[in-house]
């Protein structure tokens, strides 16, 4: 079946604009996160999503940093003001979000580079 | 509390040998330890997991060895290869009902050369 897809792969902003990028998360899984990754780095945790609680967002970096999931499926993640240290690896993963299976299954990511 | 400490940063290991990657971990109440792989440009992808029940877990070529008492896990790739080569990611889960996040060590590079 189809994976976790992410888009854009690859963005390219100008410092100061505002970018969302987007992810499908396979179908029935009912968790979904978002992760940061700068080159060269581990995986920094940014939101997580299960099901209709409300979002953790313990990990969002600022108050420039959001992100949806409609109707528990798709999910975006906005950077407002997007700054030279937001350049980095956006990954998204699902999950089932069930005691059956913790195995997080992650997308492509989007390469954000802001100029 | 909720860190996990992964070592070393970058590994280089001869084809035919033995890789091992280390996890330490602070909080007793993590129930579930994955390792996760990531070749350049691609997501991380699930490798082996264990839960703190059992001492090891052998697929294939990887084995997870979990010591509960020191609260360590290891990662071992026998007969490395080439192919191999890309970055490690230990993880961990807090116990508790609703709670799948994950919380990632830093990430080891592994270089299999020839």
Redesign the interface.
Known sequence: GAG?SQSPSNKVTEKGKDVELRCDPISGHT?L?W?RQRL????E?LI?F?GN?AP?KSGLPSDRFSAERTGGSVSTLTIQRTQQEDSAVY?C?S?F??ESS????????TRLTVT | QQQVK?SPQSLIVQKGGISIINCAYENTAFD?F?W?QQFP??????LI?IRPDVSEKKEGRFTISFNKSAKQFSLHIMDSQPGDSATY?CAA?LSGA?S????????T?LSVIP
């Open positions: 976790v968790a996160y992760y060269g780095q581990g995986l945790f997580y299960q609680s953790d990954l993963a999950s979000g069930s913790y195995e997080q299954y992650f997308g492509p990511g | 992964q579930y994955p996760y440009g691609k997501g991380p992808a699930l997991a990611f889960k609703g799948y996040q994950l919380t990632f060590g830093k990430g590079k």
